[in-house]
T-cell receptor, first 117, second 115 residues
Framework: AQSVTQLDSQVPVFEEAPVELRCNYS??????LFWYVQYPNQGLQLLLK??????LVKGINGFEAEFNKSQTSFHLRKPSVHISDTAEYFC???????????????FGQGTILTVHP | EPEVTQTPSHQVTQMGQEVILRCVPI?????FYWYRQILGQKVEFLVS????????KSEIFDDQFSVERPDGSNFTLKIRSTKLEDSAMYFC?????????????FGPGTRLTVL
C-alpha cells in the first residue's frame, strides 16, 4: 500500500519569490512519483514525473522536483513564481512493479499555492 | 499531448436517479481508470479496468457503481441510485502505453451534483 502526505495545505507567496511544496510518501514497493497541477475548474495536468535515473527532474512551467529516497520525499520547487502559478498542486505515487506497470495512483491532499502581486 | 475527453462536463441529478458518465480515453489503450474528487478533498481512486474487466477497485466502488466499455471507444461509469455524497468531480484517466511508464493522462472531469 502507498500513502502520500503533503505537509502544507496552503502556501501563500509573493510574485517572483521562490516556492517549495513538500511531499512525503510511504510505500512497501518501489514507486513512480508525480506532481499534477489543477487550475480552478479544470482537470489534472501532469507537471513532472520521476521514474528512474537523475533524482532532479524538471517539468513544465519552470518547476522541478527532487526525489530523496532516504527521506522518502519528492518536494516541488520553483525559483520564481508568477501569478499564473496560482493553482492546487497534487503529489502522487504509482507502483513500479517492473515491466509494464499500470497500477493506480495514490494522491496527497493537495497544496493550494496562491501567488500574490 | 494525448487527450482524454469526458462528457458531460456537468451533470445535475436528483437523489436516487441513475447517472452515466462517459469517457473517451486515448485510442487503443486497454487500461482505464476512474477517480473521484469530492470538493475540497484529494483525488481518490475508484476503479481500474483492463481488457474489459475490472482490474482493481477501491472500497468506495461498491455495488452502486459499475463500469463498462460498451463499444471500442467509450468507457462509462454508471452510478445507480445516486446519493448526496456522490456529488464530486469524476475523472477518467488513461496511461501512456509504452514501456514501464505509468504516466496517466486525465480527462477534464465531470462535475456531478446530486440534489
Amino acid at each position: 500500500a502507498q500513502s502520500v502526505t503533503q505537509l502544507d495545505s496552503q502556501v501563500p507567496v509573493f510574485e517572483e519569490a521562490p516556492v517549495e511544496l513538500r511531499c512525503n510518501y510511504s510505500s512497501s514497493v518501489s514507486v513512480y512519483l508525480f506532481w499534477y497541477v489543477q487550475y480552478p475548474n479544470q482537470g489534472l495536468q501532469l507537471l513532472l514525473k520521476y521514474l528512474s535515473g537523475s533524482t532532479l527532474v524538471k517539468g513544465i512551467n519552470g518547476f522541478e522536483a527532487e526525489f530523496n529516497k532516504s527521506q522518502t520525499s519528492f518536494h516541488l520547487r520553483k525559483p520564481s513564481v508568477h501569478i499564473s502559478d496560482t493553482a492546487e498542486y497534487f503529489c502522487a505515487v504509482g507502483p513500479n512493479a517492473g515491466g509494464t506497470s499500470y497500477g493506480k495512483l495514490t494522491f496527497g491532499q493537495g497544496t493550494i499555492l496562491t501567488v500574490h502581486p | 499531448e494525448p487527450e482524454v475527453t469526458q462528457t458531460p462536463s456537468h451533470q445535475v441529478t436528483q437523489m436516487g436517479q441513475e447517472v452515466i458518465l462517459r469517457c473517451v480515453p486515448i485510442s487503443n489503450h486497454l487500461y482505464f481508470y476512474w477517480y473521484r474528487q469530492i470538493l475540497g478533498q484529494k483525488v481518490e481512486f475508484l476503479v481500474s479496468f483492463y481488457n474489459n474487466e475490472i482490474s482493481e477497485k477501491s472500497e468506495i466502488f461498491d455495488d452502486q457503481f459499475s463500469v463498462e466499455r460498451p463499444d471500442g471507444s467509450n468507457f462509462t461509469l454508471k452510478i445507480r441510485s445516486t446519493k448526496l455524497e456522490d456529488s464530486a468531480m469524476y475523472f477518467c484517466a488513461s496511461p501512456r502505453q509504452s514501456g514501464a511508464l505509468n504516466e496517466q493522462f486525465f480527462g477534464p472531469g465531470t462535475r456531478l451534483t446530486v440534489l
